[in-house]
């Protein structure tokens, strides 16, 4: 079968009009003023009218405002801590082997009571590429992709390198996220 493809012309020929170039940036211009006068105009209407949030502008006046994340949304992925106090993880190395950019290390442990736990934990988050790959591999809902993409920046790539305690959320902050993987991605697989 024929690749479907567009073929690029590249022996257009202007015309005169469009050569002499004025009348084709005037008409960029124009579209331009269009465009700053309509969001101009919805953004004044929709503060008097009380209602900022109903502008019809796409752009955010970020940090102030918050952009809404769409649900699946892979942000900082994060370690869960149960309502024990203890990591949910336990060791089994699934998400060590299933990250492509290799940027998980985890050493595990015993506990007294006989359970796996991470000893230590570190994801690189200079390398991470938020796959979310970890989060489908684990079989505990132990590491999640959060919402989070602030806090993301260091300028030292040292200071990146995410161990256990800076990972670990309490899993009630992480209900959100925990709800969705399992409406979404078990469901999928059909677990
Ligand atoms: S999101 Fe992807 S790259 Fe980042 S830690 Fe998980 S598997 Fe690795
Ligand atoms: S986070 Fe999940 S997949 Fe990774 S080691 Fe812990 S239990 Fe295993």
Redesign the pocket.
């Known amino acids: 079968m024929a690749a479907n493809y567009k073929k690029v012309n590249r022996g257009v020929t202007l015309t005169l009009w469009e050569r002499l170039y004025v009348m084709e940036v005037l008409r960029g211009i124009i579209i331009t003023g269009r465009h700053f006068i309509r969001n101009w105009v919805s953004t004044f209407r929709s503060y008097m009218s009380g209602n900022p949030a109903g502008r019809g502008i796409m752009t955010i006046y970020y940090p102030e405002e918050k952009p809404v994340l769409p649900e699946a949304y892979r942000g900082r ?1 994060m370690l869960v801590r149960a309502v024990d106090g203890k990591e949910k993880c336990v060791a089994c190395g699934l ?1 060590e082997v ?4 290799k ?2 290390t985890i050493v595990g442990a015993m506990r007294p009571d006989g359970t796996r736990y991470p000893e230590t934990y570190m ?1 690189d988050g200079a390398v ?7 989060e489908e591999a684990c079989p505990e809902e132990a590491i999640v ?1 959060t919402h989070n993409y602030e806090g993301l920046v260091e300028y030292d790539r040292s200071q990146m390198l995410y161990g256990k305690e800076a990972l670990l959320v309490p899993e009630e902050k992480l209900k959100g996220r925990l709800d969705y993987i399992r409406r979404r991605m078990y469901n999928k697989c059909n677990y």
């Open positions: 992925p998400c299933a990250c492509p950019a940027c998980i994801l991470c590429i938020f796959c979310g790959l970890c992709m």
